[in-house]
Nanobody, 122 residues
Framework: QVQLVESGGGLVQAGDSLRLSCTASGRAFNMAWFRQAPGKEREFVAATGWVGGTTYSDSVKGRFTISRDNAKTTLHLQMNSLKPEDTAVYHC???????????????????WGQGTQVTVSS
């Protein structure tokens, strides 16, 4: 069993930056970030492949950067040039098996964190 704990959310103004972190206890393979805004479906944000490689949703490409520490226990999401439409609860997700390529569907992931709120004011 893997437990995921997110941190780093908060209230910021448009144009500001935030860095989210997700710490995994237990062996987690591929990891990703998803987000869910009020009244909307959960949506993919960014993911890493097990041997490297990253992929991003079009809405965050060029503004967000996903990374993972060498020990593969902590996942980060650097969010720059934040917009009000980035407001959501951000969830970390992890797989129990390795995929060479980043996975972008929520049902590709086995473990989920509780989420951290990001609010961007205009």
């Amino acid at each position: 069993q893997v437990q995921l704990v997110e941190s780093g959310g908060g209230l910021v103004q448009a144009g500001d930056s935030l860095r989210l972190s997700c710490t995994a206890s237990g062996r987690a393979f591929n990891m990703a970030w998803f987000r869910q805004a009020p009244g909307k479906e959960r949506e993919f944000v960014a993911a890493t492949g097990w041997v490297g490689g990253t992929t991003y949703s079009d809405s965050v490409k060029g503004r967000f950067t996903i990374s993972r520490d060498n020990a593969k226990t902590t996942l980060h999401l650097q969010m720059n040039s934040l917009k009000p439409e980035d407001t959501a609860v951000y969830h970390c997700a992890a797989r129990r098996s390795a995929s060479l390529v980043p996975m972008i569907q929520s049902n590709d992931y086995d473990y989920w964190g509780q989420g951290t709120q990001v609010t961007v004011s205009s």
